[in-house]
Structure formats: structure tokens, C-alpha cells
């Protein structure tokens, strides 16, 4: 899941644009979603067979670096992998190649140089955000207009006043709060920051991780200073440090990837009312990717193979995607939307997303397609889609809780569309809460996946039992929309309906 905890951070932006359509097709009554028996194909999904595909993972990532991060031989072997048992299996395969600009940060460093000598972690303590410039600085810093007291409301580096004494020349040190991270960092450099570190808010938002460190987007043109994220208690403390003198480093670098996307189609089923099921199956270059996104592509894989193995003719043409390219701003599935014609995006019923669905410290969430919960609802019928998880799940006795369309998955583009989305995820960097791990179990105070975006995110990094329902749910949803026959009018709006944080824009940013 891009969180961007890694480090390469998109820069270019792949040339073509996204196609809108102004009727949009599919939402489907869940009175006639319901009526499929999906109990066969849950069967025939196993988490034995699913676990065997994240073996299959993890060799790929031992072989190759470690990682399966896209443009690397460890992503087209995991192409190879997938694209083999489909072909096999009987699907119409096909991969979509695209090229993008990634902007890797080499030897960046962060250091406290007075009162004390300290060393900062990339990627623990600090991390780039997108669009910063690079450089080496080494100055006083200044907070900027912070609130690390009571309920934290903060609108740090907002505004030109919060900066009328700043001295020029100086690292400004913001809270994250209010407005977008480019306006903070805009107004600092504006007033002459040499540098800008944002650290996380300190409060408590449902649903958003206001503590740990994020990363997060400035958006286009590449800035001319340094700017980066911190945690909370780091920025809390270098509010309070007396006499403190930083130095940031960022040193830059872009590069070109050549990647694709692995698309495969089932033989049968109306085309203009294709179901669109994907994951990632790129991971970052940190780590192996086996619970982000192993996990997710793992159950869609063994979905679409024992639909196969079943003999399953379905109703609508099911189009099962591996998406490349995610961890670096949601590439690979916004460009294959971008590629859509105005007829294709009609003709697409919805799209199910999977990203992350074995988390150690798991809770079961389920887009709030409606937004009737978290207040962001997906085009119309999203509701539905949410209805037929929350049903399953309710079916097998178990809990689930509502996660926002907040653009950090793959489901973006097509949102972005007008395409209604949903999807299952069961944590990432979050702390689960006491009252998560009452309903849930699991452990409260801890990160949902502890290994997210790190070296540990392996074979041993997964809940089974998770794992086990999230894939039972996601051959269900998949079947109940493969062989749904009724279909309404979609909204044609082409966004989300409600307030996304636009700080995090299409890029999957830590929230």
C-alpha cells in the first residue's frame, strides 16, 4: 500500500489523460447481488493454496534483491508467476506497459547537530516528500505557529503571518494541520526557510494515524528548498529543544521506470459490464511485499483460478488486474484508466480493490462506499458494493469497520472516473485501539501490519485467519458481481462525493 515509507517517491507523471464519461454505468440492488451461491468457489479457495502463492513470493523476492519493487527483476518474475498460472488456467492475458520518472533520495540524512549530537533514520524518522527539492542544509530551526497542547488544532505555516518573524535562513519546523503540505512549505520558502521539516499533528482523528511518520505530496513543480515529514513525538520534542541546529541532506536523483501492468480476462461475459478486480503486485524496494500486497494479489490469483477450475461462465466479463507501479503514486492503475476510451469507462461496472488483507494486528475494513460513516462516499453504487461486504461478513458472524476513499489505493483512478469502487484492507502503519482489539483482538497500542513497508514484510509477517476470511470475502464479492444482471445509472460526477484530503492526492501518502 503506498504510504510512501520508501525510498523512491514519484516525480513525472505519465503522459496521457483521464478519460470522464458523462454516463457512467452500475450499481447494482443488492437484492439481486445476494442471490448467488459463491459457496463453491469459497470452497474451492483455500488459504493452503493462497499461502503457497505468498511462498511463491517470497522465493521470487529472496532471488532478486529482496524486493519485487517495479521496473526490477523481482516484479517481472512475480509477472512471470501470475501470468503463467492464468494462461494456464485458460484466461485471455495481456500486459500494459508504461513508463514513468521516479525520484530515488540516495544518502539523505537528517542530524541534530546542537544542543546534542543525534542521527535520524530515513524512512523511521524522516522521509521526503514528494516534490521536494534536494540539498544540503545545515541551519537553526524555527518553529512555526505549533500547538503541542491539548486538543493539537493546528494551522502551522498556513498563512504568511505565521511567519512574520521567522528568521530568513533558518529550517522551519510546521505541524501538520489545516491546509495542504505545498502551502506550508510554499509559505516558508516564501519567507526565506532554507529547509522545511512537517511533523505530524499529535490528535486523534478515527481512521487517520495523526502520529507516526507520513509521507505526503507537494504536488508539481519539484520545489527549490528541502522538504520532509517527522512523527509526532520527534517534532514534539525539537519544539521544546533550547539552542537547536539541524543539518538535511536530500540527495536527488531521477530515474526512468519501464514497467507493466498484467491484465487477464475471463473468456465469457458482457464486456460492457466488465467487473475490474486488482491489486498491486509490485512491493517497495524495502522489503519482499508479502502482506503489502502479496496478501491482496495472493486471493485475487486464487480466485481467478479456481473460477476456472470450477468451469464458471459469469454473467458479466470479469477483468482480473495486477497493477505495477502503486508504491510509487498509484501509476499503474491510473494509467490504464487514462487508456480507457469514453465507451470502456461506461462499459466498466465497478472495481473491487484488494491492498493489504493479512495484517498481524488486523481489523476488517470495509470502504465506506456510501460515506454514510467517514463522510467520503465512492460514485454511485459504491454503496452497494460496500452493502454486499458488510453482508458476507455479517453472514459468517464476524466484524467489520468502515476505512474512507482517501486516494491511497488503487481504486483512485477510477473513483476519479466516475467508476464506483470498494474493496477490503486490514491495516497498515495505524495503531489499533483499545476499543479495535476489544472487537477485533489483536493488540491495542501496536500498528496494524508493524512490518509495513520494511524488510520484515515476508512469509512470516501475516495472519492466517485473516487472511483465510479476507479471501473467502473476496471470492464472494467477486463472484456476486461477475454473475449480477441488473444494473442502474451511475452518477457520471467522475469524484468522490464529500471532502478528500488532498493532501494525499493520488498518491497514497501515510495519512
Same mark, same amino acid.
Given at each position: 500500500?503506498?504510504?510512501?515509507?520508501?525510498?523512491?517517491?514519484?516525480?513525472?507523471?505519465?503522459?496521457?489523460?483521464?478519460?470522464?464519461?458523462?454516463?457512467?454505468?452500475?450499481?447494482? +440492488?443488492?437484492?439481486?447481488?445476494?442471490?448467488?451461491?459463491?459457496?463453491?468457489?469459497?470452497?474451492?479457495?483455500?488459504?493452503?493454496?493462497?499461502?503457497?502463492?505468498?511462498?511463491?513470493?517470497?522465493?521470487?523476492?529472496?532471488?532478486?534483491?529482496?524486493?519485487?519493487?517495479?521496473?526490477?527483476?523481482?516484479?517481472?518474475?512475480?509477472? =512471470?508467476?501470475?501470468?503463467?498460472?492464468?494462461?494456464?488456467?485458460?484466461?485471455?492475458?495481456?500486459?500494459?506497459?508504461?513508463?514513468?520518472?521516479?525520484?530515488?533520495?540516495?544518502?539523505?540524512?537528517?542530524?541534530?547537530?546542537?544542543?546534542?549530537?543525534?542521527?535520524?533514520?530515513?524512512?523511521?524518522?524522516?522521509?521526503?516528500?514528494?516534490?521536494?527539492?534536494?540539498?544540503?542544509?545545515?541551519?537553526?530551526?524555527?518553529?512555526?505557529?505549533?500547538?503541542?497542547?491539548?486538543?493539537?488544532?493546528?494551522?502551522?505555516?498556513?498563512?504568511?503571518?505565521?511567519?512574520?518573524?521567522?528568521?530568513?535562513?533558518?529550517?522551519?519546523?510546521?505541524?501538520?494541520?489545516?491546509?495542504?503540505?505545498?502551502?506550508?512549505?510554499?509559505?516558508?520558502?516564501?519567507?526565506?526557510?532554507?529547509?522545511?521539516?512537517?511533523?505530524?499533528?499529535?490528535?486523534?482523528?478515527?481512521?487517520?494515524?495523526?502520529?507516526?511518520?507520513?509521507?505526503?505530496?507537494? =504536488?508539481?513543480?519539484?520545489?527549490?528548498?528541502?522538504?520532509?515529514?517527522?512523527?509526532?513525538?520527534?517534532?514534539?520534542?525539537?519544539?521544546?529543544?533550547?539552542?537547536?541546529?539541524?543539518?538535511?541532506?536530500?540527495?536527488?536523483?531521477?530515474?526512468?521506470?519501464?514497467?507493466?501492468?498484467?491484465?487477464?480476462?475471463?473468456?465469457?461475459?458482457?464486456?460492457?459490464?466488465?467487473?475490474?478486480?486488482?491489486?498491486?503486485? =509490485?512491493?517497495?524496494?524495502?522489503? +519482499?511485499?508479502?502482506?503489502?500486497?502479496?496478501?491482496?494479489?495472493?486471493?485475487?490469483?486464487?480466485?481467478?483460478?479456481?473460477?476456472?477450475?470450477?468451469?464458471?461462465?459469469?454473467?458479466?466479463?470479469?477483468?482480473?488486474?495486477?497493477?505495477?507501479?502503486?508504491?510509487?503514486?498509484?501509476?499503474?492503475?491510473?494509467?490504464?484508466?487514462?487508456?480507457?476510451?469514453?465507451?470502456?469507462?461506461?462499459?466498466?461496472?465497478?472495481?473491487?480493490?484488494?491492498?493489504?488483507?493479512?495484517? +498481524?494486528?488486523?481489523?476488517?475494513?470495509?470502504?465506506?462506499?456510501?460515506?454514510?460513516?467517514?463522510?467520503?462516499?465512492?460514485?454511485?453504487?459504491?454503496?452497494?458494493?460496500?452493502?454486499?461486504?458488510?453482508?458476507?461478513?455479517?453472514?459468517?458472524?464476524?466484524?467489520?469497520?468502515?476505512? =474512507?476513499?482517501?486516494?491511497?489505493?488503487?481504486?483512485?483512478?477510477?473513483?476519479?472516473?466516475?467508476?464506483?469502487?470498494?474493496?477490503?484492507?486490514?491495516?497498515?502503519?495505524?495503531?489499533?485501539?483499545?476499543?479495535?482489539?476489544?472487537?477485533?483482538?489483536?493488540?491495542?497500542?501496536?500498528?496494524?501490519? +508493524?512490518?509495513?513497508?520494511?524488510?520484515?514484510?515476508?512469509?512470516?509477517?501475516?495472519?492466517?485467519?485473516?487472511?483465510?476470511?479476507?479471501?473467502?470475502?473476496?471470492?464472494?464479492?467477486?463472484?456476486?458481481?461477475?454473475?449480477?444482471?441488473?444494473?442502474?445509472?451511475?452518477?457520471?460526477?467522475?469524484?468522490?462525493?464529500?471532502?478528500?484530503?488532498?493532501?494525499?492526492?493520488?498518491?497514497?501518502?501515510?495519512?
Amino acid at each position: 500500500m503506498n504510504h510512501r515509507t520508501r525510498t523512491g517517491l514519484r516525480v513525472g507523471a505519465i503522459t496521457a489523460s483521464v478519460a470522464v464519461c458523462g454516463a457512467l454505468a452500475f450499481a447494482v +440492488p443488492a437484492q439481486a447481488a445476494v442471490q448467488t451461491n459463491t459457496q463453491p468457489l469459497r470452497d474451492a479457495v483455500t488459504v493452503e493454496a493462497v499461502m503457497e502463492h505468498l511462498d511463491a513470493f517470497q522465493a521470487i523476492a529472496d532471488a532478486n534483491g529482496d524486493n519485487r519493487a517495479a521496473g526490477t527483476s523481482g516484479h517481472d518474475a512475480s509477472v =512471470d508467476y501470475v501470468e503463467g498460472l492464468l494462461d494456464t488456467a485458460g484466461y485471455t492475458t495481456t500486459r500494459q506497459e508504461f513508463t514513468y520518472e521516479r525520484t530515488d533520495f540516495g544518502d539523505s540524512a537528517l542530524q541534530q547537530l546542537a544542543p546534542n549530537a543525534v542521527d535520524y533514520v530515513l524512512g523511521v524518522d524522516f522521509f521526503p516528500m514528494d516534490f521536494s527539492g534536494d540539498g544540503d542544509v545545515t541551519a537553526p530551526v524555527t518553529a512555526v505557529d505549533v500547538n503541542i497542547t491539548g486538543d493539537h488544532a493546528s494551522t502551522s505555516g498556513c498563512e504568511a503571518a505565521d511567519f512574520a518573524a521567522f528568521p530568513a535562513g533558518n529550517i522551519a519546523l510546521i505541524q501538520r494541520g489545516t491546509c495542504a503540505f505545498a502551502d506550508k512549505a510554499d509559505n516558508a520558502s516564501a519567507a526565506g526557510a532554507t529547509a522545511v521539516i512537517i511533523f505530524n499533528q499529535g490528535n486523534v482523528v478515527p481512521g487517520d494515524d495523526r502520529l507516526s511518520l507520513f509521507g505526503g505530496t507537494l =504536488d508539481e513543480p519539484v520545489r527549490s528548498i528541502p522538504v520532509v515529514s517527522a512523527p509526532y513525538a520527534l517534532g514534539a520534542e525539537w519544539v521544546t529543544t533550547a539552542g537547536l541546529e539541524m543539518r538535511l541532506n536530500l540527495e536527488a536523483e531521477v530515474v526512468e521506470v519501464t514497467t507493466e501492468n498484467l491484465l487477464a480476462d475471463t473468456t465469457t461475459g458482457r464486456t460492457d459490464r466488465t467487473v475490474v478486480v486488482g491489486g498491486h503486485l =509490485d512491493s517497495v524496494a524495502e522489503g +519482499p511485499g508479502i502482506n503489502d500486497n502479496g496478501s491482496g494479489i495472493a486471493s485475487i490469483l486464487e480466485t481467478a483460478l479456481q473460477m476456472a477450475e470450477l468451469g464458471i461462465e459469469p454473467e458479466n466479463r470479469v477483468r482480473f488486474a495486477f497493477w505495477s507501479g502503486e508504491e510509487d503514486g498509484l501509476i499503474g492503475s491510473s494509467f490504464y484508466v487514462s487508456q480507457l476510451s469514453a465507451a470502456e469507462i461506461k462499459g466498466t461496472a465497478l472495481n473491487l480493490n484488494f491492498d493489504m488483507v493479512g495484517s +498481524p494486528n488486523s481489523v476488517n475494513f470495509v470502504y465506506d462506499g456510501d460515506g454514510d460513516a467517514l463522510g467520503i462516499s465512492g460514485p454511485n453504487g459504491s454503496g452497494v458494493i460496500e452493502d454486499v461486504f458488510t453482508d458476507f461478513f455479517a453472514g459468517q458472524g464476524e466484524p467489520t469497520a468502515p476505512t =474512507d476513499f482517501d486516494g491511497r489505493s488503487d481504486y483512485f483512478g477510477f473513483i476519479e472516473a466516475g467508476i464506483p469502487a470498494g474493496g477490503l484492507f486490514t491495516g497498515a502503519e495505524g495503531i489499533k485501539s483499545a476499543e479495535q482489539a476489544a472487537i477485533f483482538g489483536g493488540t491495542a497500542g501496536l500498528a496494524y501490519d +508493524p512490518c509495513y513497508h520494511a524488510a520484515c514484510d515476508d512469509i512470516m509477517n501475516l495472519n492466517e485467519d485473516t487472511l483465510d476470511l479476507m479471501a473467502d470475502a473476496i471470492a464472494h464479492s467477486t463472484l456476486t458481481f461477475a454473475e449480477t444482471s441488473s444494473a442502474v445509472n451511475g452518477t457520471g460526477k467522475g469524484k468522490a462525493v464529500g471532502q478528500i484530503d488532498w493532501e494525499f492526492k493520488g498518491s497514497r501518502a501515510l495519512r
